[in-house]
C-alpha cells in the first residue's frame, strides 16, 4: 500500500503542528515547509504526492508556487486561505489548484479533501458504465438511474449533470464546465440554467437546499456531489 507523502506548506508552527500529528494518524508521510524556497527544495528532493499549500509565506504569494508546481507537475494541490472573495477562490482554480479550503477549518475536513484529491490521483478516469454515488446510481449505456434502489426519472440534462459530478464524487465540478458541456459554450455565463436544474434534482433526490447534503453548491463556483450522506 502506497504512503502518500503530504507537503504541508505554512508559516504557521502551530498550523503545522497539530497537521503533521493529524495526517500521521491518518496513515499519511508528513513533509513540511514555512517557505516558497524551502517548499520548491522538498518538492524537488522528496517528490510529494499532495501539496497543501497557504498563500500568506514570508518569501512570496503562494501563487507563485503553483505557477512553478504547474509547469512541470500534476500533482494535486490543496490551498489553504484567508481570502474569502469570489473572484480570489476561481482564480486559485483558474491557476492549477484543486481546491481550497477557508481558514479557519476543521481537521476532518482537510482530511476528507485531501483523501478526494489522492483518490483522483489513482483514479484511471476510464469512463465506467455504472455510477454509484450516495444512494444514487447511473448506467450510463443506457441512460437509466435510480435513487434508494428505486427508478428515477431524469431529463438528459439532469442525467448529464449527474454525470459529471459522480465521476469525481466530492470534488468540484466549476460550472462553467458544467455549463460549457451541458449547454453549450455559448452558455458559460448562464448559472442560472444550473440553479434551476440543481432546485429540479433536490426535489428528486430528496436534498434539501438549507442542509445540501446530496448535492452541495460553492456559490459562484460550482457544484459538489457529496458521497456521505
Known amino acids: 500500500m502506497t504512503s502518500y507523502k503530504i507537503l504541508v506548506i505554512d508559516d504557521e508552527p502551530q ?3 497539530f497537521m503533521r500529528i493529524s495526517l500521521v494518524a491518518e496513515g499519511f508521510v508528513y513533509l513540511g515547509a514555512s517557505s516558497i524556497a524551502t517548499a520548491k527544495q522538498v518538492i524537488q528532493q522528496d517528490t510529494p504526492h499532495l501539496l497543501v499549500l497557504d498563500l500568506g509565506l514570508p518569501d512570496g504569494d503562494g501563487m507563485d508556487l503553483v505557477n512553478h508546481v504547474r509547469a512541470t507537475s500534476n500533482t494535486p494541490i490543496l490551498i489553504l486561505t484567508a481570502r474569502d472573495e469570489e473572484d480570489e477562490k476561481i482564480r486559485l482554480l ?3 489548484a484543486n481546491d481550497y479550503l477557508s481558514k479557519p477549518f476543521g481537521i476532518r475536513e482537510l482530511i476528507v ?3 478526494v484529491l489522492l483518490r483522483d490521483l489513482v483514479n484511471t478516469h476510464l469512463p465506467a458504465d455504472l455510477l454509484e454515488t450516495n444512494d444514487i446510481k447511473l448506467e450510463i449505456s443506457t441512460n437509466q438511474a435510480w435513487f434508494q434502489g428505486e427508478s428515477l426519472a431524469l431529463t438528459k440534462k439532469e442525467f448529464a449533470f449527474l454525470r ?4 469525481t464524487p466530492d470534488k468540484l465540478v466549476m460550472q462553467e464546465e458544467l455549463l460549457a458541456k451541458i449547454w453549450g459554450v455559448t452558455h ?3 448559472s442560472h440554467y444550473l440553479r434551476i436544474l440543481v432546485s429540479q434534482l433536490r426535489k428528486k433526490l430528496q436534498d434539501n437546499a438549507n442542509d445540501q447534503r446530496v448535492i452541495k453548491t460553492e456559490p459562484g463556483l460550482g457544484y459538489r456531489l457529496l458521497s456521505d450522506r
Not at 459529471?164 to 465521476?167: E, G, R, S
Open 113 to 115: 479533501r485531501v483523501k
Open 15 to 17: 498550523i503545522h503542528t
Open 164 to 167: 459529471m459530478l459522480m465521476t
Open 188 to 190: 458559460t455565463r448562464d
Open 94 to 96: 483558474e491557476a492549477g
